[in-house]
């Protein structure tokens, strides 16, 4: 065995915790990637079927009715008119939602590959930098430095090989788990069998592997060219010591090549695909890489500069752990930068995340408030006949009823209601602009929801020519709106709220595509506090045992598309908490490689007769201040990336999506944040406790 080689395995094995961490890092970065992907390709192969679920499918028009504005579509615009919107590509207004959701996903799964390659590059930073006077000593007795590069390059590719096939390995068993619970990249499919890209994770591992190789040669750059007699002179007058360590961001920006690489590869299938929404793709990289030049740029200055302040303002604990740890922090600070920084990424990216899947729920309450769900009740036939007269009996009296034709399938979904029940509907809203639209209705006219006039581009006034392989015909949009006309029909939400409604009399044009009138209908309620509230589950019970009906209130609806938010957004959770992981394996490796540093200096202070208690203190304080700060400085970073995400969602998405930033997440990611520090330093805390005092005399 050669000396590189014999020495690579001595050090690794002495250094187990600092070893287990950089495999761990390696492989759960590369694992998170890999099981994206899976669940991706999975998604994709089991929607691949229909074209409104598979983007690279042209739509199937002949299965709707046709919907297109106008030749001549306004006789006389106003003056101060606005301009008007060209029609939206149908294939995009359907797929543009569920490709950003997938692009956002990949993009997310970097979270983990780079706090993983962070903790990788610190700890050969720290390991290396603690073993200077053992390299000067190996050159002093004849060692070469290539011999001395070849014992860090083969720690480097043994972290890399086994990381990287421990995190080949385990995207098996997550990516079944994942699929089980139902977890997809889109949100709408089921994966009952998965299929797993060999070739795209092997890939993916050994970028993976390659990067814990990039993440060692910065600092053995610098470890080959130090000054073996300055070296191993008394560590009192090494006053380069500190420089050097004040230096250690150097080199870093390796880490951008794999990361980068892993950015192009799993964007570039999706910049082919959707191409218009390239700007929500190029808005979330920045983001990404800005979070990036934050971390390596301003975490270590931070750290150190501001550190001591929040120490004596926010840390707890005895006088002497309370000022060892700050003095520490103040003049050493730059050592717990890359603890902060992965902290900080990770808590940034989860406040990020819940700052749109609010907006996005939000959302949902603003549009069931537009329609005045907690009014109403539906029920639908999943067969194609009429709701029967039996089930209408059993409605209390008071309750409007609207009935509504099937409707045809999209894009272009387009239902039947008489003008009466559509008046009628509008009387109980008790609003007059409702009721001016329902009186200006009839058989010559047409009402389209918000997302279908987008969709169309025209506005109210505009003509649209409505045709079917029977007849056609054309019709003046009498208004746009939302309040009135929702079925929520067993489909996407977004595809639930772009319709159309014609009156019953035009029925003819649709009756090849969609079911007669009577086949869903709407129970509302007038808006009269006094009256009381119907109980909707009671009065559906009766029905449950009916498999041909669908019936729901508006509130269990809204309610339950909240809970399908969240649902949808699972798969990001999932991709946190594996970061998470990783953030909290940074902690406790910086902490322990820490202790390793200082065990003399720990010695020393339990001579000078500070107790074992005082000492876990001591280090329990530095954890929890990684956290504070790395928890403080997510904020500052999460909100302002939360807010580019809303910009992006509304730029690119249908939605009406508003910033809002409830009052609780600011302390519960702090806290979090710090509970989290806390947690990953309760080991390194035992560890210092555990010192031999008498090491110290050991010192030189």
Known sequence: MSLPRFLAGKNLRA???????????????????????????????????????????????????????????????????PPRKAPEDVKEEIHEDYQVMRSAIRLGSLS??????????????????????????????????????????????????????IGFLATIPLAKIAARLGITTTGRAYI????????????????????????????????????????????????????AMA?????????????????????????????????????????????????????????????????RVFLPGPAAARLLSTRRIRHQGQELAWSVGGVMLVFALLLSLHISTHALKSEVGNFGQTAALANQAFVFTLEGSKVSDHVLA??????????????????????????????????????????????????????LSTLMARRLGVAAGDRLELSSPKAARTLQVAGVTDAIGFVPFLITYRNAKTYALIDAENYPLIQEFAAPPGAAVVFSEPVDASRPRTDWVRVFRPLASDGTLVAMSGSWYEAARKRETDSDFLIFDVILLLTSVLAAVGVASQLVLAVHTRRRE?????????????????????????????????????????????????????????????????????????????????????????????ESVHYE
């Open 602 to 694: 720990l010695a020393l202070l339990r001579v000078l007769g500070m107790t074992a208690d005082q000492i876990r203190k001591m280090l329990l304080i530095e954890g929890t201040f990684v956290g504070l700060l790395g928890g403080t400085l997510a904020v500052v970073l999460g909100i302002p990336l939360g807010l580019g995400s809303i910009a992006a969602l509304k730029l690119v998405s249908a939605f009406d999506v508003q910033f809002e930033l409830p009052w609780y997440y600011v302390p519960l990611t702090i806290a979090s944040a710090a509970a989290l520090a806390l947690l990953a330093s309760l080991y390194p805390a035992r560890k210092a406790a555990n010192v031999r005092s008498a």
């Open 112 to 165: 983990a590959f780079l706090v993983g390659a962070l903790i990788v590059f610190f700890s050969f930073a720290v390991v290396i930098e603690h073993r200077r006077r053992e390299v000067a000593l190996l050159r002093s007795l004849g060692a070469t430095a290539r011999q001395v590069a070849g014992v860090f390059l083969s720690e480097a590719a043994w972290v890399g090989l086994i990381g990287g096939a």
């Open 247 to 311: 230096r250690r961001t150097s080199g870093v920006t390796l880490i951008v090549l794999p990361f980068t690489l892993l950015v192009y590869g799993l964007m570039r299938p999706l910049f082919r695909e959707v191409l218009p929404s390239l700007a929500f793709f190029v808005i979330e990289a920045a983001l990404v890489m800005a979070a990036l030049v934050a971390l390596l740029v301003f975490v270590p200055d931070v750290t150190r500069v501001l550190g001591g302040f929040l120490a």
């Open 15 to 81: 250094d187990r915790f600092a070893t287990a961490c950089m495999v761990l890092g390696v492989a759960l970065g590369t694992a998170t990637v890999n099981v994206v992907l899976t669940l991706d390709e999975n998604t994709r192969r089991t929607e691949a079927h229909d074209w409104t679920t598979n983007p690279e499918l042209s739509p199937d028009l002949a299965t709707t009715v046709q919907l297109r504005p106008a030749a001549s579509s306004r006789e006389a615009p106003a003056v101060d008119a």
């Open 394 to 447: 059993s409605i209390p009296e008071g309750v409007t009823v609207t009935r509504y034709s099937g409707r045809t399938p999209v894009p272009n979904s387009v239902s039947a209601v008489s003008r009466a029940d559509l008046q009628a509907f509008a009387r109980t809203t008790g609003r007059p602009e409702l009721i001016a639209m329902a009186e200006r209705f009839d058989a010559n006219g047409v009402i």
């Open 192 to 243: 009952s069998w998965v299929t797993f890209p060999w070739k795209d994770m092997l890939v993916v591992s050994l970028i993976g592997g390659a990067t814990a190789v990039l993440g060692v040669l910065p600092p053995l750059r610098k470890i080959l060219k130090l000054k073996v007699p300055e070296t191993l002179r008394p560590r009192f007058l090494d006053a380069e010591r500190a420089q």
